[in-house]
């Protein structure tokens, strides 16, 4: 594989820092994005789901705070994007990319499908 790794994450959450420390154990050049500092776009986020090969309601955290409040099964997908862009607790992570590929890395081993 020769496409650039990109690893979608957030500082503080311990399966990003997993995740972070397998990309740097391989060697391998990433860029790692913070995405509460560099916030994503819908249509990021909507190709990043495409990549995963999920639904935006897979990629959701509805266990969260924020979204227990929430009739999720009356949100839309393209309304659930929204919110996971306005409030992106409610995005599972660390999502990691290569190509056209991308792996929630939860557990963090899974980017080593990527590798």
């Known amino acids: 594989m020769g496409d650039k790794i990109t690893i979608y994450q957030k500082p503080t959450c311990s399966k990003c820092r997993g995740t972070l420390a397998i990309?740097?154990?391989s060697?391998?050049?990433?860029?790692?994005?913070?995405y509460y500092e560099t916030p994503l776009t819908v249509n990021k986020l909507r190709e990043l789901i495409q990549k995963l090969n999920l639904?935006?309601?897979e990629v959701l955290r509805a266990?969260?705070?924020a979204a227990r409040d929430l009739d999720l099964n009356a949100i839309p997908d393209d309304?659930?994007?929204k919110l996971m862009v306005d409030n992106p607790d409610l995005m599972q992570r660390p999502i990691v990319v290569r190509g056209d590929e991308a792996r929630i890395c939860r557990p963090p081993e899974n980017?080593?499908?990527l590798l």
Do not use: M
């Open 55 to 57: 639904s935006a309601r």
């Open 79 to 81: 309304d659930l994007i």
């Open 63 to 65: 266990d969260e705070a």
């Open 111 to 113: 980017v080593k499908d």
């Open 27 to 34: 060697g391998q050049d990433y860029e790692s994005v913070n």
């Open 23 to 25: 990309l740097d154990e």
